[in-house]
């Protein structure tokens, strides 16, 4: 069965940092790109970054370039998503997504509340 | 203000058919980039309704749709059910910004 497991969510105050992870299973994680999507209460969905299979290529959204970095393991089959000088408008629920020519594949998501 | 406009709602009586509009610009739908449709049922993860404008994936029920022309697509769903009540959005890619959504539809099931 395919599964994509995002951890590492939660409370965390204005300027602070979070690192994401996305445990992946039942395909092979090498050979696919991967993206982060966010929600915001209410709001619809934001892509904010890509990572190529091999992670040679990175794009970023604008609203989180500078601030978050994508990466990935393919040994560990796992993407991460480390979070940089947090607002309160990245307060979201952020969705590992795998990218199949679409985004195909979507993880159950993690909160992350930025609040003082 | 996302870069793909969808009504923010539409409804409509069980058996009746919706239909859902996403409308581009020429430098994501009208450049010819595929249109993908989401389903966002309440308290899950989005899943993939319609891709490549008006392909079903396996298990999608054919009361689902889809179409484009220049630079909108749409999403049409027939013999409406209540289960069908949820969010739903467009996606394609954008040669400047990307990949980028719709602000999403809520369809009501009245």
């Known amino acids: 069965e395919v599964q994509l497991v995002e951890s590492g969510g939660g409370l965390v105050q204005p300027g602070g940092s979070l690192r994401l992870s996305c445990a992946v299973s039942?395909?092979?994680?090498?050979?696919?790109?991967m993206n982060w999507v966010r929600q915001a209460p209410g709001k619809g969905l934001e892509w904010i970054s890509f990572i190529e299979s091999t992670g040679r290529t990175i794009y970023y959204a604008d609203s989180v370039k500078g601030r978050f970095t994508i990466s990935r393991d393919n040994d560990n089959n796992s993407l991460y998503l480390r979070m940089n000088s947090l607002r309160a408008e990245d307060t979201a629920v952020y969705y590992c997504?795998?990218?199949?020519?679409?985004?195909?594949?979507w993880g159950q998501g993690t909160t992350v509340t930025v609040s003082s | 203000q996302s870069v793909l406009t969808q009504p923010p709602s539409v409804s409509g009586a069980p058996g009746q058919r919706v239909t859902i509009s996403c409308t581009g610009s020429?430098?994501?739908?009208?450049?010819?980039?595929?249109v993908h449709w989401y389903q966002q049922l309440p308290g899950t993860a989005p899943k993939v309704l319609i891709y490549a404008n008006r392909v079903r994936p396996s298990g999608v029920p054919d009361r689902f749709s889809g179409s484009k022309s220049g630079t909108s697509a749409s999403l049409t769903i027939t013999g409406l059910q209540a289960e069908d009540e949820g969010d739903y959005y467009c996606q394609s890619y954008d040669s400047s910004l990307l990949w980028v959504f719709g602000g999403g539809t809520k369809l009501t099931v009245l």
């Open positions: 020429s430098s994501n739908i009208g450049a010819d980039y595929g």
């Open positions: 997504v795998r990218d199949g020519g679409l985004m195909d594949i």
């Open positions: 039942g395909f092979t994680f090498s050979g696919f790109n």
